[in-house]
């Protein structure tokens, strides 16, 4: 079990994701200003998982509703009651997932970097983003709309971006 909790430690999740045989893992590097709910920051790592693999543990998260500008669908951004720190994020779209803002992890590092890893929404990469290569890049959601899966981009050599 993976632990996450916000800066002042008010609130906690639990994260069952090693529990499910099959658990869809991906790792989504968020490159900034995408139409889907503003990062905050450059970008934003959010590991995806089953809904049902996370559990808050202490606290009660505030919910803010974001509509995306991209898919006019809403993200339910969930954060810590007291210091608002960001915890997790579900979607109107994927009812069944959950990103974590993977800066709550008690251990930021403990996921791989792997065949699930895709960075989306690199046409808003600020110029000293560097691209890596081997990684599977989207210029906006991996996801159209209408669900359509997008054909990824992958660089030979590392490049600043955006591509
Ligand atoms: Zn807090």
Known sequence: MIFLRCTTGDAFVALFATRRAGNRFELRSVI???????????????????????????GTPTLY????????????????????????????????????YSGTFDDPAWFPIGAS??????????????LPAGIALFHEHAVANDGTEQHPLFLDSPREGPV
């Open 117 to 130: 890893t895709r960075h989306i929404f690199i046409g808003g990469a600020r110029p000293y983003t560097i």
């Open 65 to 100: 509703t974001h509509i995306s500008e991209g898919s006019g669908k809403c993200l339910y951004i969930h954060s810590c009651a007291n210091c608002a720190t960001k915890l997790y994020v579900t979607f109107e779209r994927f009812p069944n997932t959950c990103g974590i």
């Open 32 to 58: 900034a200003d995408f139409a889907n709910g503003r990062p905050a920051g450059a970008f934003m790592v959010e590991p995806i998982f089953h809904s049902d693999d996370v559990n808050t543990t202490r």
